[in-house]
């Protein structure tokens, strides 16, 4: 199994430098293009299931990036909110610099911290372990395959 991450394109509250969080977002026109060009470059590959969030930008940038690919009818595409950016809570729409003020104030350590209605990275974290836990699940369980990711060597060290 191969996994290929690939972010958003460049929304509008990215330029803006708001939190976006689980709100839709928009492209930009670069953002469209970036998704166009990506596309272009994936195309090459072979691809038989895509994961993709929920969220509209995310999906807009799915969009722009099949628009290179001949065998879409093949792909099953799967949209879930499990692959959605962190949540900023309450403090979505507001700049970026807000989550920062209000995580240096607190005494709740930064990867911990969280407002209301948000989610803390480590509440990431353990979305992203559920959602590649799912794929062990769908992709690997029957095989007698490895998933450590530990190597023997680093055992040594």
């Not at 099949?66 to 949540?87: A, C, H």
């Not at 990431?124 to 794929?135: E, M, Q, S």
Request: net charge negative.
């Amino acid at each position: 199994m191969e996994l290929w991450i690939v972010r958003h394109g460049q929304t509008i509250d990215n330029v803006k430098k708001l939190i976006q969080g689980h709100k839709p977002g928009k492209l930009t026109d670069q953002g469209i293009l970036e998704a166009r060009l990506t596309g272009t470059v994936l195309a090459t590959e072979e691809f038989q299931e895509i994961y993709c969030s929920d969220l509209f930008r995310t999906r807009e940038t799915l969009e722009g990036i099949l628009l290179s690919f001949s065998n879409i009818e093949k792909l099953s595409i799967n949209y879930t909110p499990i692959l959605r950016e962190k949540s900023g809570g309450i403090l979505e729409g507001l700049p970026l610099s807000t989550f920062k003020e209000q995580a240096e104030k607190s005494d709740i350590p930064f990867r911990q911290f969280k407002v209301e209605d948000g989610e803390s990275w480590e509440d990431v974290n353990a979305r992203a372990n559920k959602f590649l836990d799912l794929l062990i699940e769908k992709y690997l369980s029957d095989k007698n395959i490895c998933t450590s990711a530990t190597s023997p060597r680093s055992e040594e060290h």
